[in-house]
């Protein structure tokens, strides 16, 4: 498959595509509320019912772990939501992201605000950068830089425990900490050098509300087990829910994009090239929901909502012609996304192994 990577040759045949591109997809803006309203909840009260059965049932039980899987791809899907919420902010949809906040946001300890950062990996002057929280460039880092990325999994559930159990109260002991606190603990990413330096303007009332009430839920869990009253095993099993979907998350992520920013400032169609649609099939859908697979689309019209990016898709493919710049971002299925990164990696190491200055004879 012959992906552009050339970034100097973005020019007036790309800009032509976008302008098509944009024609043909014109319709598919729309936001439709009730379209959100009974998909969230859907997805949150067959994910709940699903953990429940998880928690409640002895390990040794195949309905327990029937629970466990629909749960967590449940969770997932209903956790995602954060990511339309994020897009819809400025198209007023309080109350919804009211109600995921309570139904999700904190039961899962992941409130809305701490996603908002998410507006830095769409912007030209952040993506791909030290200062996007959501990018690593590992087309060109080595294969164990993706087996850390990987390993984020396992200590991820713990440092998140320990942000609200733990680390929030003590960032109103001071306001230097406070400050600290949101800036850099305060934002999902998987760049753990990424700081938010609007973060601690940026922080509302209700956003301190919902901070203070995942905190509540933390002690909550913790108390439960101290007074005897919740079995310290379900804190295993909601730990083990928890790294499952992160691995689903990661294993995602991966195939999201071609990593190959060298870290300067991108254009938004070098965003786009950047980055990948995946054609796939049913079980994609569940590794990719809310149309995530869908993701070099989605940076070339963030607007679209999710359940219009497949109607999207189709049309440029069947309306735009067979050598436009769209179906470079195509890929059969999440495999190939990734194998073409890891390939991208053994290349540059060893290119980097064969080079003079490091010893190749």
């Known amino acids: 498959?012959?992906?552009?990577?050339?970034?100097?040759?973005?020019?007036?045949?790309?800009?032509?595509?976008?302008?098509?591109?944009?024609?043909?997809?014109?319709?598919?803006f729309e936001v439709r509320q009730s379209v959100y309203w009974i998909d969230f909840c859907l997805s949150a009260v067959i994910a709940y019912s699903a953990v429940s059965i998880w928690l409640h049932l002895p390990v040794t039980s195949p309905l327990a772990w029937m629970g466990y899987f629909v749960g967590a791809f449940g969770v997932y899907r209903a956790s995602m939501f954060v990511h339309e919420i994020v897009h819809l902010s400025n198209r007023r949809m309080p109350a919804f992201r009211r109600f995921w906040n309570l139904f999700a946001g904190v039961p899962m300890m992941v409130p809305?605000?701490?996603?908002?950062?998410?507006?830095?990996?769409?912007?030209?002057?952040?993506?791909?950068?030290?200062?996007?929280?959501?990018?690593?460039?590992l087309a060109s880092g080595s294969l164990f830089g993706v087996a850390v990325f990987l390993a984020q999994i396992f200590f991820q559930p713990l440092l998140v425990m320990f942000r609200y159990l733990i680390w929030t109260p003590i960032s109103f002991t001071h306001p230097q900490l406070r400050k600290w606190t949101l800036q850099h603990a305060s934002s999902l990413v998987i760049n753990f050098k990424y700081e938010n330096h609007q973060r601690p303007n940026k922080q509302s009332a209700e956003d301190t509300f919902w901070e203070i009430f995942t905190a509540l839920r933390a002690w909550l869990m913790i108390g439960l087990v101290m007074?005897?009253?919740?079995?310290?095993?379900?804190?295993?099993?909601?730990?083990?829910?928890?790294?499952?979907?992160?691995?689903?998350?990661?294993?995602?992520?991966?195939?999201?994009?071609?990593?190959?920013?060298?870290?300067?400032?991108?254009?938004?169609?070098?965003?786009?090239?950047?980055?990948?649609?995946?054609?796939?099939?049913?079980?994609?859908?569940?590794?990719?929901?809310?149309?995530?697979?869908?993701?070099?689309?989605?940076?070339?019209?963030?607007?679209?909502?999710?359940?219009?990016?497949?109607?999207?898709?189709?049309?440029?493919?069947?309306?735009?012609?067979?050598?436009?710049?769209?179906?470079?971002?195509?890929?059969?299925?999440?495999?190939?996304?990734?194998?073409?990164?890891?390939?991208?990696?053994?290349?540059?190491?060893?290119?980097?192994?064969?080079?003079?200055?490091?010893?190749?004879?």
Not at 2 to 22: M, W
Not at 112 to 137: A, C, N, R, V, W
């Open 1 to 28: 498959m012959n992906h552009l990577t050339n970034q100097e040759g973005i020019g007036s045949k790309e800009r032509v595509f976008y302008q098509s591109a944009k024609k043909i997809c014109r319709d598919l």
């Open 112 to 137: 809305s605000f701490t996603y908002e950062s998410h507006i830095h990996h769409h912007s030209s002057k952040h993506y791909g950068t030290q200062d996007d929280g959501e990018y690593l460039p």
């Open 227 to 361: 007074a005897a009253i919740m079995p310290p095993e379900r804190l295993l099993k909601l730990y083990g829910l928890t790294v499952f979907i992160l691995a689903v998350n990661h294993i995602r992520t991966l195939a999201a994009h071609r990593y190959t920013s060298d870290g300067t400032q991108s254009s938004h169609l070098e965003q786009f090239f950047d980055s990948t649609n995946i054609t796939g099939n049913v079980f994609t859908e569940l590794l990719c929901p809310l149309g995530l697979r869908y993701h070099a689309l989605h940076h070339l019209f963030p607007r679209i909502p999710y359940y219009n990016l497949g109607t999207a898709h189709r049309r440029l493919l069947e309306q735009l012609p067979e050598n436009s710049p769209y179906r470079d971002t195509v890929y059969p299925g999440m495999t190939d996304a990734i194998g073409e990164l890891l390939q991208s990696v053994r290349n540059n190491n060893q290119a980097f192994s064969q080079h003079p200055i490091n010893g190749a004879h």
